[in-house]
C-alpha cells in the first residue's frame, strides 16, 4: 500500500525581489537593480522550523516579508496549502492572512506607542471582525498569560514594559489569528543576551504546544541551532546550503556555511582540538552588481575560474543524506579541507 507525503505548508519556488535604483534627472529613470533576494526554493512542513541564517544585507528579512506579502514579489512563487499567494489580491489573501503570522525584529518600533497592550492585541482580530467566545478582552488576557505576562497589564502602553516583555507583546499579536505559520525576524537580536533565552525557550514551547510551523530568522547560529529542525544558509540573495540541524552544523558542505559555523564561540575543555577559525577576506559585493557564477567565489579559497563562468545549482552532492543541498562546484568533504594559511586564523 503505498503512502502519499503531503504537500508542505509553504512551498516557495525561484522567489525574486529586485528593487530599482533610479538615477539620471529628475531621478525618474531606472539605472539598475538591487537584487535582495534572487531565486530562492525551499519549503516548511507543518508544524516544522525552518531557520534562516546568514550575514547581515543578505536579504533575510526580504525574505520574511515576502512570505508574509508585505512586499510584492518580481518573480517566483509562492504556494501556501497549495494555494499560489505569489501576486494574490488583498480579498484573494483575506483568508490566508489569519494564518500567516510576523513578529518584528525591533520591538520598540513595532508596537504603537498611543494604543494600550489591550488594544494591540486584540487589533488583529478587530480587523478580521473574529469574536471569540468569551469575548475579545478575555481572549487577549490569556494570550497575555500564555506569553507569560500578567493578564493585569491590559491597560498598560508599550512604554511602561522592557524589552523582552515588549517582545511577548509582540508575539501574543501574532498568536491572536491562532496562526499555522509565524514568520519570527530576528525575534532576539535586539534584546539582551540574558533575556533572549527566556523568548526562544517561550517561542519554542508555543510551536510544541499549539503545532505552529516557524520561518526563524537571524544571525545567531548558536540560537538557530536551538530553535530550528532544519537551516537554511543565505549569502547575496541566495541559499546556498540547506539540510537538517545536525546534518548541517556536524558536516558543512558549502564553505561559506563552513567559514560562518567556524566563528561561532566554542566552550571546549583545555585539550580539545576546536574548530579552526576561516577569515574570509574582502567584503561582501554588492547585490546591484552582484558576481558573475558563483557569488560567493570573489571570497572562496577554492574558486576556479569554472565558478565564475557556471552557477552553481543548489543540489544534493554525493554522499549527502536526503535533503541536505548544496550550491557549490567544489564542497567541502567530510573531514573539512585545509585552507591557505593567509586565510585563516591559529
Not at 507525503?5 to 525574486?16: E, R
Not at 484573494?92 to 488594544?119: C, H
Not at 488576557?141 to 524589552?163: A, I, K, Q
Request: aromatic share 6%.
Amino acid at each position: 500500500m503505498s503512502s502519499t507525503t503531503p504537500p508542505p505548508l509553504l512551498d516557495v519556488s525561484g522567489l525574486t525581489k529586485h528593487f530599482p535604483v533610479m538615477g539620471g534627472f529628475p531621478f525618474k529613470r531606472r539605472i539598475g537593480a538591487v537584487q535582495a533576494v534572487d531565486g530562492l526554493d525551499f519549503t516548511v512542513g507543518e508544524g516544522e522550523s525552518l531557520g534562516l541564517v546568514g550575514e547581515s544585507g543578505c536579504g533575510k528579512s526580504t525574505t520574511g516579508r515576502l512570505i508574509t506579502r508585505l512586499l510584492e514579489p518580481t518573480g517566483g512563487k509562492i504556494s501556501y496549502r497549495g494555494q499560489d499567494i505569489t501576486h494574490a489580491s488583498r480579498k484573494q489573501l483575506a483568508p490566508v492572512r489569519s494564518e500567516i503570522q510576523m513578529i518584528f525584529q525591533d520591538p520598540y518600533a513595532s508596537l504603537n506607542p498611543r494604543q494600550t497592550v489591550g488594544k494591540i492585541i486584540s487589533g488583529p482580530m478587530e480587523v478580521n471582525d473574529i469574536n471569540p467566545a468569551g469575548g475579545r478582552e478575555a481572549r487577549v488576557r490569556e494570550l497575555l498569560e500564555t506569553v507569560g505576562l500578567n493578564p493585569e497589564h491590559y491597560n498598560r502602553f508599550p512604554h511602561e514594559f522592557s524589552g523582552g516583555q515588549r517582545q511577548r507583546i509582540g508575539v501574543a499579536r501574532a498568536l491572536a489569528l491562532e496562526p499555522k505559520l509565524i514568520v519570527a525576524d530576528e525575534p532576539v537580536s535586539a534584546l539582551d543576551v540574558s533575556i533572549q533565552a527566556q523568548v526562544v525557550n517561550l517561542l519554542q514551547k508555543l510551536q510544541k504546544d499549539l503545532g505552529i510551523a516557524f520561518l526563524f530568522i537571524a544571525h545567531d547560529l548558536a540560537v538557530v541551532r536551538h530553535f530550528s529542525q532544519r537551516v537554511a544558509v543565505m549569502y547575496l540573495g541566495r541559499i546556498v546550503e540547506i539540510a537538517d540541524r545536525e546534518d548541517l552544523y556536524g558536516n558543512p558542505r558549502h564553505p561559506y556555511t563552513r567559514a560562518l559555523l567556524s566563528a561561532v564561540p566554542e566552550a571546549t575543555a583545555d585539550d580539545t582540538p576546536r574548530r579552526e577559525r576561516i577569515l574570509l577576506t574582502g567584503d561582501v559585493p554588492s547585490p546591484v552588481n552582484p558576481p558573475s557564477g558563483c557569488r560567493f567565489r570573489t571570497r572562496c579559497w577554492k574558486a576556479t575560474e569554472k565558478c565564475a563562468s557556471e552557477d552553481p545549482p543548489l543540489v544534493r552532492v554525493d554522499g549527502n543524506r536526503e535533503g541536505h543541498l548544496t550550491a557549490c562546484h567544489y564542497p567541502e568533504d567530510t573531514a573539512g579541507l585545509a585552507v591557505p594559511a593567509a586565510r585563516k586564523s591559529l
